[in-house]
């Protein structure tokens, strides 16, 4: 298993703005998730996260809105820059733990995030 | 790509009473199907997994689910719900191939009744 430590948990932001959401991970992973939750929606996959390399973007995503630090096996941050009211959502930290693939994600408990 | 499909958007269920949360899937190639549930305020907790062998498969606090490959489906079960079981349920299915990514139902809200 691992634990998920994600700050802040919430947060109230003004438009244009930027946000810096904190992820620990209480062991070493290779490939750190980051997630979109918006209200009363799933989850969509923003990027992946690979230590000593640059984040893998999904489709609809880009870095110079969401950018992404990995500085460690067990560290990383993301970023929602310029925000506007479109990006109040709740953002997810996760990691797989198991055989890559079918192993099992363990999330983060979100950060929430309201911009006014 | 892969796709997951919770057709219903909450399922209501007097305590006691056998819980079913449905999922249908669609891949190219061998699904590996999970189950996660979300309490208020929390983040996604890991249920159960199938990725091959026995279809029923068991999983974290009395659930269980069966996998169906004619019927594409990944239902989740039950016996008897508890008022704690009230929470998001999301379904989710990935293929080892292609973008290898995992993808999520919309959820399904479970909301049991005392």
């Known amino acids: 298993s691992a634990v998920i430590s994600q700050k802040p948990s919430r947060d109230i932001c003004q438009r244009g703005t930027s946000l810096t959401i904190q992820c620990q991970v209480d062991?070493?992973?290779?490939?750190m998730f980051w997630y979109r939750q918006q209200p009363g929606q799933s989850l969509t996959l923003i990027a992946t996260a690979n230590q000593g390399s640059e984040a893998t973007y999904e489709s609809g995503f880009v870095i110079d809105k969401f950018p992404i630090s990995r500085p460690n096996l067990t560290f990383s941050t993301l970023t929602v820059s310029n925000m506007s009211p479109e990006d109040s959502s709740i953002y997810l930290c996760?990691?797989?733990?198991?055989?890559?693939?079918?192993?099992?994600?363990?999330f983060g408990e979100g950060s929430r995030l309201t911009v006014l | 790509a892969q796709s997951v499909a919770q057709p219903e958007d909450q399922v209501n269920v007097a305590e006691g009473n056998p819980l079913t949360v449905k999922c249908t899937y669609s891949?190219?190639?061998?699904?590996?199907l999970f189950w996660y549930v979300q309490y208020p305020n929390r983040g996604l907790q890991f249920l159960l997994k199938?990725?091959?062998?026995?279809?029923l498969v068991k999983g974290s606090y009395g659930f269980e689910a069966e996998f169906n490959k004619s019927q594409t489906s990944f239902h989740l079960k039950k016996p008897s719900a508890l008022v704690s079981d009230s929470a998001l349920y999301f379904c989710a299915v990935r293929v080892l191939w292609g973008n290898n990514r995992l993808a999520f139902g919309k959820g399904n809200q479970v909301v049991v009744i005392p």
């Open positions: 891949v190219s190639g061998n699904p590996y």
């Open positions: 062991s070493q992973v290779t490939m």
């Open positions: 996760s990691v797989e733990v198991g055989v890559s693939g079918t192993g099992e994600l363990f």
């Open positions: 199938y990725i091959t062998g026995d279809n």
